[in-house]
């Protein structure tokens, strides 16, 4: 499994079924949405910054929030008399979204506390929600042939794009138009991601059937985990936590048959929190030679990217050499060592000891 232990994956289990569950709870009967096109093109909390939203992606999003809501908010939104109206109704369903995903790192805490008697510094009882500005991080119909994932996608087929890319990099392969970026999905935090969540939206659907998506690169293992139930011909967006446990890859799958365009939405991401054990390392220099009866000095490699200097050491392979200084230099990045060698040639090493927060 790589990233912890069987209560974790549990408690992903459980916070991808609530938000899946969440985003279904709708009676069964769940209006058109089409009405409420006359207020677009109201900006939602799932529009990549700085993007406006085709008309059938936004009419798409809405009627997934409609699909979500309780009937008594289904009523006031579809009941909007003005765009001021129909954006505040529409802010408070996407605040619903936004308390579903931090009850969800509740409950995996929750749960994982529940599960285990010694609390360590790292453990999933320390799991937190990091939000991301809204980006895009896949569109089948804008994917090159290369990417896997040019739609429209074809049902009984396991499809995959990455959990993360290298910063500096961008989903554009995948479909990312515009303002291209990493999405936020970078090493670090990399495989420290324990899931991710985002905005799912499929455009026309050829028959009433599911969306399937996991991290386990098995098809049926992967339609087993319904994120997406729609009608065909009938656009619809929601909510989804995909685990990142079994491995750092968002597999999705339609049944035998379909045939449908798909967007995701990155929102955000669960890690430990920052109160987990620091990673560290070392930068050592090379020894360097100090004469006997002469003092020296030598300095440590710098801390890399991402690293802050938490001390170091200063280390010779004689018992004649006596430490004059050592200390912090170059603006906290470095190791100093200066000594006094007594005796025989002798050699003097510098270490830096780098530490970081894992995640960050």
Known sequence: MGKGNSNWVGAVA???????????AAPQIVPSALPLARFYPTQLASTPLGAVE?????LNKVQGLLAAAPALLQQ???????????????????????????????DMRSQAKSAMTAK????????????????????TRNATAGSGVQGPIAGGSLKQIPGFITAGSNWSIYGQTGTLSDCGLTNPPGNAIHAIAIVITILSPNFDAFLGV??????????STVALNYTHGQGL??????????SNTIYFALPTGLSANIIFDVVGYFVVSDA?????????????????????????????????????????????????????????????????????????????????????
């Open 120 to 139: 360590a510094l790292g453990d999933a009882s320390n799991l937190v929600y990091k939000p991301l500005e809204p980006c895009r991080i896949m569109d």
């Open 214 to 223: 996991s991290d386990v690169g098995d098809l049926n293992a992967t339609l």
């Open 276 to 360: 987990t054990a620091l990673q560290c390392t070392s930068q050592a220099s090379a020894p360097a030679t100090i004469n006997g009866s002469t003092a020296g000095n030598v300095t440590s490699p710098a801390c890399g990217a991402g690293y802050t200097l938490a001390g170091g050491s200063c280390d010779s392979d004689s018992t004649s050499m006596s430490l004059v200084s050592h200390e912090a230099s170059n603006g906290n990045t470095t190791w100093f060592c200066a000594a006094n060698n007594a005796g025989a040639t002798a050699h003097l090493t510098a270490t830096a000891n780098c530490c970081r927060v894992p995640g960050k």
């Open 14 to 24: 459980l916070a991808t079924a609530l938000v899946a569950n969440a985003a279904m």
């Open 54 to 58: 085709e008309p059938q992606v936004w």
């Open 237 to 246: 967006s929601t909510m989804y936590i995909v685990p990142q446990i079994a």
């Open 76 to 106: 006031s939104l579809l009941a909007s008399q003005s765009p001021q109206e129909f954006a505040a109704n529409v802010a408070l369903l996407q605040q619903m979204q936004e308390g579903i995903l931090k009850q969800s790192a509740l």
